[in-house]
């Protein structure tokens, strides 16, 4: 399994001393929170896209490639690739010249976003963002999987002819995430092509999560991938840890109190009580994502957001040290002791590259019925 941090990049005042970085520091700063998530043991670093104030990460594969240059191990990936505003072919490209720059070590997520406006300034209608969601995924796996691309759609200019570059490392496409917080669409997407489905419910009850996990998982079987249980599944989540509980929440209630998104509305225990949201010890994060496996079954990826809010930078960097040095080394060795043999580690590129043997990508591309999603073996 596989524990990492994700960052929506958001440019917060500290509500404790008025201060706002620039948009330099803060990007700046994540770079620095990335390389301690590494330094402190975590497996994952993924970043978000938002065109839009106050956020400033626009430019994922920038910052991902830049962290790759600084990094060793620490898998990089994205915790939003707008697959509804961007352009198929540009996003084929640019993320397999990122897999050839961090030696396959990156994967992504495609989301739809949360920012209404997006859709108007890059020229396309939000009322067919699921639309658009299907068929430019739809592209891009075939981009990445097939030499030479013939394909006309709705939603751009045809492609004749078309080979995108480069070609994905050693034939293998990056490995993608489905991101969607309500939308059964997508569950059904991510299970339809046997990706990952990352379900991103920092502001959702567990019950909901549930719902749309056990969706994802009930089709990923319908369509021959494998049984409910060998789903790849995500999960998001939020933290502040103290040494105890009290000093967790006096210390964090001013920035949970003003934060822009869940700011000025239910009280912080109330949230708490409702979310993934822990505020507290690191023994009781340990508790409350140690069962999350009962609500949604065995998974292959806890993502936490850290820096938001205005949470200072010392702060964060504290919080990756409670995170990697007390509370992942426990989640990892329990959730170990009762996985299954046969629910599958969360994926990587050396693993997927020996489990696709001396077959090209493009040929077992041709393996899969572009109706059914099934494979040969599934349809008889």
């Known amino acids: ?5 994700f960052t929506v990049g958001d440019v917060t005042t500290d509500p404790v001393t008025g201060r706002t970085p620039s948009e330099a520091e803060r990007i700046k700063a994540t770079v620095t929170i990335a390389k301690h998530a590494e330094a402190v043991g975590l497996d994952v670093f993924a970043t978000g896209e938002h065109h ?32 509804t505003t961007n352009d198929p072919v540009k996003i084929a490209e640019d993320y397999a010249y990122l897999q050839h720059l961090t030696d396959g070590r990156m994967d992504l997520m495609m989301g739809r976003g949360n920012t209404g406006p997006v859709y108007p300034w890059f020229g396309k209608d939000i009322r067919q963002g699921i639309n658009l969601a299907i068929e ?39 490995f993608v995430w489905h991101g969607s917080i309500r939308s059964p669409e997508i569950a059904e997407q991510a299970a339809y092509y046997g990706d990952g489905f990352f379900h991103n419910n920092i502001f959702w009850p567990i019950e909901h999560t549930q719902q749309m996990v056990e969706l994802y998982r009930r089709r990923f079987e319908h369509y021959g991938h494998g049984s409910a249980d060998q789903a790849i599944v995500g999960l998001g989540g939020q933290v502040f840890m103290r040494a105890n509980s009290q000093e967790a929440k006096r210390e964090f209630r001013p ?45 292959q990826r806890q993502l936490f957001l850290m820096d938001h809010a205005g949470l200072p930078l010392k702060t964060v960097l504290e919080q990756l040290d409670l995170l990697g040095g007390e509370v992942v080394p426990v989640l990892r060795k329990e959730l170990a002791a009762r996985r299954p043999a046969h629910v599958p580690d969360a994926p990587t590129h050396p693993a997927r590259v020996a489990a696709a043997g001396d077959r090209p990508e493009a040929q077992r591309a041709h393996l899969v019925d572009d109706v059914t999603g099934l494979s040969p073996e599934a349809a008889r």
């Open 1 to 5: 399994m596989q524990f990492g941090i």
């Open 52 to 83: 839009n104030p106050p956020f400033v990460p626009s430019s994922p594969t920038t910052l991902l490639a830049y962290v790759a240059a600084q990094t060793e191990r620490i898998l990089l990936s994205t915790s939003t690739t707008l697959i």
């Open 136 to 174: 430019n995924y739809a592209l891009l796996h075939r981009l990445w999987r097939e030499d030479v691309v013939d394909w006309e759609g709705k939603f751009r200019t045809p492609l004749q002819s078309f080979t995108a570059t480069p070609r994905p490392l050693d034939g293998v496409p990056p």
């Open 255 to 299: 920035y949970f109190d003003n934060a822009p998104v869940y700011g000025h509305g239910p009280s912080m225990e109330e949230f708490t009580a409702q979310t993934p949201l822990t505020v507290g010890s690191p023994q009781e994060v340990i508790d409350r994502y140690a069962a999350m496996r009962d609500h949604v079954g065995d998974y």
